[in-house]
């Protein structure tokens, strides 16, 4: 019998393809190979490098041709030709153009759903550029379900739109599906249109990530990157209360709340909040089977100066910004900033904040503005606690701040040390400050001393005044100098006869 050969299908690139685009969350470039793969798909989310028009990823799941990126149709649908063009082919023509994207004007869309209302609604911003394009060509905004349109035409000019100010819709939801066009009404532009499913149709929850890492915040945001991280708040909506159910079985490495009906898309949908606890195996299998990866969370924290949060961003004044990371900070990498302007001491590093800052890893990311701001008034009790021991409890933030110099703790009971006092935050202003309960027990050589100084009452002495009386060191030594002066403390005396010196 003859040689047998196999011929194993593998992606080929098939020509150029466009393999980055501009991610208009993160603000930075993004590969193809990465949406894919993290199974992202959110609509308005990114753009062309070059010319600006949105992109969707193209080929995420094929095994002949590699991901890629490609413009919309009726929206330079042929590959751009600017980025082909071998614009993109060394690393100062990459950072001019990532440049110039963040400057350009893009849109940004987004799904919410209020856990109190059992609400979904949708959410789109336009910048001040887009805005004024789109007013001088006569666009609307439209919302549908197949022939089912959940509002009117808006009109996106500078009377319904503020700049990068989002603006909220609520979904009457009676289908999975969702369309959302962007048309000019004087059919002299392009028609921008982007298709998507509220909820993944696999048998597996869709998570929504709530807003701040608070269990009382209401509002989650359509988690679509597909990386989950443990220590997060989400919450889950699924077609079938089993699918949140099969979650519960990996306890103790979830926390999963009580489950409840949601009526939305022509029947109803099931939630429940969740926090993944810790990593294991089993559980990390099940998530990727599904499409989603697990990772451990990382966190960056504001410590100082005070600041105040105004449409997600934290604002002070300029100067010595202080900050925490469970990652390394790198310059013009992770954090937009030089590398002159950042020092490390510990774990607390210090950075020259004199203009806007932005931080982005992971699951985390933090964004700092400066200016002369008029910081608003807090109401939070900052109050002095005398304790010898601290509970950190989940979801609370302490740091300790001593010789060994400031850290952020983790849920646990610590004991405070001479010269350590542990701060409780909320947002970035103090609530307590925990210090060592000052000593009360007052040595008999200093109490012997504030007597006989504040208490200068004399008489003649002699030793038939402490006869049969046991004497302490300290007693004995004063006792001797009495005996030498002839002459004692009327108070002190008093004290030595009772023991207490």
Excluded at 79 to 100: F, K, P
Excluded at 205 to 231: E, V
Excluded at 343 to 351: F, P, Q, T, V
Aim: net charge neutral.
């Amino acid at each position: 019998m003859g040689k047998q050969f196999v011929f194993k299908q593998s992606r080929v690139d098939g020509g150029e393809k466009m393999r980055l685009a501009f991610d208009t969350i993160t603000r930075d470039t993004v590969s193809a190979d990465e949406v894919a793969k993290n199974n992202i798909d959110e609509p308005f989310r990114y753009e062309c490098l070059c010319c600006g028009e949105e992109v969707h990823i193209a080929a995420a799941q094929s095994k002949l041709v590699a991901p890629h990126f490609r413009h919309l149709r009726g929206n330079r649908d042929r590959d751009c030709e600017l980025y082909l063009g071998g614009l993109l082919q060394t690393g100062t023509g990459i950072e001019r153009v990532v440049a110039e994207a963040q400057k350009r004007a893009h849109s940004h869309a987004e799904i919410f759903f209020d856990i109190r209302q059992q609400l979904f609604s949708f959410s789109i911003s336009f910048s001040e550029d887009k805005i004024a394009e789109y007013q001088e060509g006569d666009y609307v905004l439209e919302i549908r379900a197949g022939s089912y349109h959940f509002m009117k035409p808006v009109l996106i000019n500078k009377s319904n739109f503020a700049p990068d100010n989002p603006v909220k819709f609520p979904l009457m939801l009676n289908s999975n599906s969702c369309c959302i066009s962007i048309r000019s009404r004087s059919h002299n532009g392009k028609t921008i249109t982007s298709n998507y499913d509220i909820l993944k149709e696999i048998e597996f929850p869709t998570f929504f990530k709530l807003q701040t890492n608070d269990r009382d915040q209401t509002i989650a945001k359509r988690h679509t990157d597909g990386i989950i991280y443990t220590d997060t708040n989400y919450y889950l909506i699924a077609f079938k209360k089993s699918h949140i159910e099969k979650l519960s079985r990996y306890s103790p490495h979830v926390s999963i709340g009580s489950i409840v009906d949601i009526p939305a898309l022509g029947g109803t949908v099931y939630g429940a909040s969740i926090v993944i606890l810790s990593l294991s195996a089993d559980l990390q299998a099940t998530m990727r089977h599904f499409g989603y990866n697990l990772k451990k969370a990382e966190r960056v924290t504001l410590v100082w100066p005070p600041s105040y949060m105004v449409d997600g961003e934290s604002k002070c004044r300029p100067g010595i910004v202080y900050l925490t990371s469970t990652f390394e900070l790198r310059p013009r990498s992770n954090i937009s900033c030089d590398s002159g302007q950042i020092s490390k001491n510990g774990e607390l590093y210090a950075i020259d904040c004199s203009k806007s800052l932005h931080i982005s890893q992971a699951n985390t990311s933090l964004q700092v503005s400066v200016g002369n701001l008029d910081l608003p008034t807090r109401k939070y009790d900052r109050r002095i606690e005398s304790t010898n021991i601290v509970e950190v409890k989940e979801g609370s933030t302490f740091y300790s701040c001593g010789r060994d110099g400031f850290r952020l703790l983790s849920p646990g009971r610590y004991h405070l040390l001479k010269g350590t006092r542990i701060i409780q935050y909320k947002g970035n202003y103090q609530t307590a400050v925990y210090l060592l309960p000052e000593s009360t027990v007052v040595t008999a050589e200093k109490r012997l001393i504030d007597i006989c100084k504040y208490y200068n009452v004399i008489e003649p002495f002699h030793d038939e005044l402490i006869a049969g009386i046991h004497l302490s060191k300290v007693a004995e030594t004063y006792i001797e100098d009495c005996r030498n002066r002839g002459s004692s403390n009327v108070k002190a005396l008093e004290y030595i006869m009772a023991g207490q010196i």
